[in-house]
């Protein structure tokens, strides 16, 4: 096997596996990649962790066809330090390989590719495609809100939900609960043509981050396809595989509240700024921030038992009999900072009560549910 690959494509196709690839696994093979030699002038990376599969490809002027498994980490620690040249792959044995520039030589032992697990995917399936920048713009307005326990698997990751309605509008939304606080987005694509009418299936935390990943670099469309057990992402020239989490979500919806008693209005700046302020003085033993809130005023504060209390003043766009509500700090700040509007709203129905936090631009599609802490 000889090869030869612009570095610059190469560190690119490199850095896609550095999170799938499994540095501390008990089975060592699965901190390796599997590059092989494509008739048609590519070379094909494989990686996996049994839970992810990612395929990609990149342009190399072949000289010998063939394939070899090499620890991931180190040959991305080595093509990362070279300059932006062509760079050399050249198999001297079964386990031995040379990663050669004109002045730079490197040797590298790696497994035999039989040993590589036995990965065979089909070079399509059923699905649909959206555009690169509403699947990553959904994705980083949920999934902040992952759960990390895992203790229950489907809160794990994030749902998708896709349904669509008598017009063939479909309505794509991105869920994703801890159990304290949910995040969704949606958006609804006109004519966009699914094999289905409805279809829910949860992506894990591990397939949700290398989706992002690969998204960041993209401007294409993506296609979302479905086979068994796992959901595939086709974008560019690679395409990452993620097991299913076979599990119900739970009823999001009825988590939602739907009916309201009390509601302010708050500039997001204005709110991001009067948390920073506060902030010094949050008890990180219970991250709490307290809300007053009065006609036109809302009054931040925080309260920590060794170093004293502080407040700040905002304006908010209230009107009704003042309140006080106490939130996570963390939470709060999460969902606050991920709204593009110029506001958010602030609804509920009893200071105990979930609290609903939406943009004011609904267009947005974005909405958040916190709940209250109670020895606010």
Request: charged share 25%.
């Amino acid at each position: 096997m000889k090869f030869s690959v612009q570095r610059d494509s190469f560190i690119r196709l490199l850095s896609r596996a550095q999170g799938i690839v499994e540095k501390k696994s008990t089975v060592t093979v699965l901190s390796h990649i599997l590059l092989e030699t494509i008739p048609d002038g590519r070379v094909k990376l494989t990686c996996t962790d049994y839970d992810v599969v990612l395929l990609d490809y990149c342009p190399a002027t072949v000289e010998r066809e063939g394939k070899v498994v090499l620890s991931g980490k180190a040959l991305f620690d080595i093509v990362k330090v070279l300059p932006s040249v062509d760079i050399t792959v050249q198999k001297e044995a079964v386990e031995r390989v040379e990663i050669s520039t004109t002045n730079s030589h490197f040797n590298l032992s790696g497994f035999d590719p039989d040993d590589f697990p036995r990965i065979e995917k089909a070079d399509s399936e059923a699905g649909f495609s959206l555009p690169v920048n509403a699947l990553r713009r959904m994705l980083a307005k949920t999934s902040f809100c992952m759960s990390q326990e895992e203790v229950r698997m489907n809160l794990n990751g994030i749902f998708f939900d896709i349904e669509k309605d008598s017009e063939d509008n479909v309505t794509f939304s991105c869920v994703a609960t801890d159990g304290h606080r949910l995040a969704k987005a949606s958006q609804i694509f006109a004519g966009l043509d699914i094999p289905f009418e409805s279809k829910g299936t949860i992506i894990h935390r591990k397939g949700i981050q290398e989706l992002r990943k690969l998204l960041d670099s993209e401007v294409t469309d993506v296609h979302v396809g479905f086979g068994a057990g796992e959901v595939v992402f086709r974008v560019g020239s690679a395409a990452l595989f993620v097991r299913e989490i076979d599990d119900d979500y739970p009823d999001y919806q009825a988590v939602i509240p739907s009916e309201f008693t009390r509601q302010f209005v708050v500039d997001v700046p204005e709110l991001l700024d009067g948390m920073k302020r506060v902030s010094p003085l949050v008890d990180p033993n219970v991250l709490t921030v307290k809300m007053e809130v009065r006609p036109e005023n809302l009054i931040l504060s925080a309260a920590n038992a060794q170093l004293g209390r502080c407040e700040t003043t905002l304006f908010a766009d209230y009107e009704g009999e003042p309140f006080v509500v106490g939130f996570n700090q963390r939470y709060l700040l999460d969902c606050v900072s991920s709204v593009d509007s110029p506001q958010v709203a602030v609804r509920m129905t009893e200071p105990g009560s979930p609290c609903l936090v939406i943009p004011s631009n609904p267009e947005e599609g974005t909405q958040y549910v916190l709940m209250p802490i109670d020895e606010a």
